[in-house]
T-cell receptor, first 116, second 115 residues
Framework: AQSVTQLGSHVSVSEGALVLLRCNYSSSVPPYLFWYVQYPNQGLQLLLKYTSAATLVKGINGFEAEFKKSETSFHLTKPSAHMSDAAEYFC??????????????FGSGTQLTVLP | EAQVTQNPRYLITVTGKKLTVTCSQN?????MSWYRQDPGLGLRQIYY???????DKGDVPEGYKVSRKEKRNFPLILESPSPNQTSLYFC??????????????FGPGTRLTVT
């Protein structure tokens, strides 16, 4: 079984401020973790992914996330927010085990607003 | 260009009128999936397919059907749509092989309204 919890359905930051979007997961097996971004009226685009290699993962548009097994977390950060970062962000997990179905489980999403 | 396409992008229909939303991918992916997105609920999986003629239920399959007769196509069928199926629908695909990173590619979405 696996699940994802995103803390905060809405987050507002000022332009130039740190972006921190929180994601906690539960998985009965070592997970693969993803962050997707959805811009208005568009589909989901992969930001970054953790697949059991380096625990600090760098993605597109200056975002990064750190896998912390002890905290079961995979928080998304960006040092300096830009207006174009305003979007909805989804954390997702897939539990990897022999013979498992490829069920990608999504969190409920966090809407990021960037204030001028 | 590698992509997942969906049609139509927008659809308004009435209760009970059968409809099909098409999904096609040009990446030769084995795995395809349908999700619905509702405010506050994130994305929930409806059905998925591991390969041609292999489909299985996701978390919210009631009221939907799928078929996978060709590798590239995975249509979603609503035989008798109801207002609670008003939602934003996404099709996704990915490779299915040991050691591959399970990245899913998403279509642009189909916004369905059932009145």
């Amino acid at each position: 079984a696996q699940s994802v919890t995103q803390l905060g359905s809405h987050v507002s930051v000022s332009e130039g401020a740190l972006v921190l979007l929180r994601c906690n997961y539960s998985s009965s097996v070592p997970p693969y973790l993803f962050w997707y971004v959805q811009y208005p009226n568009q589909g989901l685009q992969l930001l970054l992914k953790y697949t059991s290699a380096a625990t600090l993962v760098k993605g597109i548009n200056g975002f990064e996330a750190e896998f912390k097994k002890s905290e079961t977390s995979f928080h998304l950060t960006k040092p300096s927010a830009h207006m174009s970062d305003a979007a909805e962000y989804f954390c997702a997990v897939i539990g990897i085990s022999s013979g498992s179905a490829r069920q990608l489980t999504f969190g409920s999403g966090t809407q990021l607003t960037v204030l001028p | 260009e590698a992509q997942v396409t969906q049609n139509p992008r927008y659809l308004i229909t009435v209760t009970g009128k059968k409809l099909t939303v098409t999904c096609s991918q040009n990446m030769n992916h084995e795995y395809m999936s349908w999700y619905r997105q509702d405010p506050g609920l994130g994305l929930r999986q409806i059905y998925y397919s591991m390969n041609v003629e292999v489909t299985d239920k996701g978390d919210v399959p009631e009221g939907y059907k799928v078929s996978r007769k060709e590798k590239r196509n995975f249509p979603l069928i609503l035989e008798s749509p109801s207002p609670n199926q008003t939602s934003l629908y996404f099709c996704a695909s990915s490779r299915l092989a040991t050691g591959i990173t399970y990245e899913q590619y998403f279509g642009p979405g189909t916004r369905l309204t059932v009145t």
